[in-house]
């Protein structure tokens, strides 16, 4: 049942056009770009896809448009978190509808939420379709931590079956794969994925993904014939980019790269920033090296 949700799962960005509004055309071009770089699936309106800046109707619209170009060609992983249970039932109806494999959420941020009506949250959702559901785990941004003691609790629910690490906490991550039943593990840090492949993780879901696929799908299928080295080699290689784009803004720096790839972006949300003209300058440096296989 898991294989299908082990790989490279890239996160994917969610373009806009200049009058702000959902570019459908760039997602199919970015789906395809994506895939044309060997990637296993795609996890939709997560943190990448800013999904918290965007309405209920938009996150549907993106959700909609992502199957309609991947399904049946990639593994789909909605998520479908907010802090309102209602509303993140109601994106996994359509989730459902649209084909999805699986459902995802973080957990209800904001109001330091106890760790019962997490579960109440959890359960919830998952009880509103028949998919499959994986946690987020996100401490930084959602403010709860799952430990493995709260993900056996979780796994009571027959449909949680796997959990998207975002923590550099990989002892916990390690923990995650020796629970009372196998579970999906996902690394969640890009600059650390071949050592949470190293603990154990199944796969990686990453924001960069979108940038260069082929760099992480290189550095996936190098761990897994063996090549530690190879594979180590990989990761320095990616990190210098990373590097680069913690400098200007993540999302801002990979959506500007995929413009200078032809695929048309648009600006991140605000509250983020724009990048400056010294960003873009810095930005265009390094794109020989980005679309270097």
């Given at each position: 049942?898991?294989?299908?949700?082990?790989?490279?799962?890239?996160?994917?960005?969610?373009?806009?056009?200049?009058?702000?509004?959902?570019?459908?055309?760039?997602?199919?071009?970015?789906?395809?770009?994506?895939?044309?770089?060997g990637v296993t699936g795609f996890y939709v309106g997560g943190s990448t896809g800013e999904s918290m800046l965007m309405t209920l109707e938009e996150r549907k619209t993106v959700m909609e448009a992502v199957a309609e170009v991947?399904?049946?060609?990639?593994?789909?992983?909605?998520?479908?978190?907010?802090?309102?249970?209602?509303?993140?039932?109601?994106?996994?109806?359509?989730?459902?509808?649209?084909?999805?494999?699986?459902?995802?959420?973080?957990?209800?941020?904001?109001?330091?939420?106890?760790?019962?009506?997490?579960?109440?949250?959890?359960?919830?959702?998952?009880?509103?379709?028949?998919?499959?559901?994986?946690?987020?785990?996100?401490?930084?941004?959602?403010?709860?931590?799952?430990?493995?003691?709260?993900?056996?609790?979780?796994?009571?629910?027959?449909?949680?079956?796997?959990?998207?690490?975002?923590?550099?906490?990989?002892?916990?991550?390690?923990?995650?794969?020796?629970?009372?039943?196998?579970?999906?593990?996902?690394?969640?840090?890009?600059?650390?994925?071949?050592?949470?492949?190293?603990?154990?993780?199944?796969?990686?879901?990453?924001?960069?993904?979108?940038?260069?696929?082929?760099?992480?799908?290189?550095?996936?299928?190098?761990?897994?014939?063996?090549?530690?080295?190879?594979?180590?080699?990989?990761?320095?290689?990616?990190?210098?980019?990373?590097?680069?784009?913690?400098?200007?803004?993540?999302?801002?720096?990979?959506?500007?790269?995929?413009?200078?790839?032809?695929?048309?972006?648009?600006?991140?949300?605000?509250?983020?920033?724009?990048?400056?003209?010294?960003?873009?300058?810095?930005?265009?440096?390094?794109?020989?090296?980005?679309?270097?296989?």
């Open positions: 049942m898991y294989q299908k949700f082990k790989g490279v799962i890239a996160a994917l960005l969610t373009p806009f056009r200049a009058d702000g509004s959902v570019n459908v055309d760039s997602i199919a071009k970015l789906v395809e770009h994506n895939l044309a770089g991947a399904k049946g060609r990639a593994t789909l992983i909605g998520h479908v978190g907010t802090i309102h249970t209602a509303h993140a039932i109601s994106l996994a109806k359509v989730a459902e509808r649209c084909g999805y494999d699986a459902i995802s959420a973080v957990a209800p941020f904001y109001y330091g939420f106890s760790y019962p009506a997490i579960k109440g949250y959890y359960d919830e959702i998952s009880a509103s379709t028949e998919l499959p559901m994986i946690i987020y785990n996100f401490p930084n941004s959602g403010g709860f931590a799952f430990t493995p003691q709260y993900a056996e609790e979780m796994l009571k629910n027959p449909k949680i079956i796997g959990i998207k690490h975002t923590s550099a906490d990989l002892y916990t991550l390690e923990r995650f794969k020796h629970l009372s039943r196998e579970i999906v593990v996902y690394n969640g840090f890009d600059e650390m994925l071949i050592a949470g492949l190293t603990m154990g993780a199944d796969g990686g879901i990453g924001s960069t993904y979108n940038v260069m696929p082929k760099k992480i799908v290189e550095l996936y299928n190098r761990f897994q014939s063996g090549d530690l080295a190879g594979a180590r080699a990989k990761q320095t290689e990616i990190n210098e980019i990373i590097a680069v784009f913690i400098k200007h803004g993540v999302f801002a720096s990979e959506k500007y790269m995929l413009d200078r790839m032809g695929i048309p972006m648009g600006e991140v949300r605000k509250p983020f920033l724009p990048l400056t003209e010294e960003a873009k300058a810095d930005l265009d440096k390094l794109l020989p090296e980005v679309v270097k296989a």
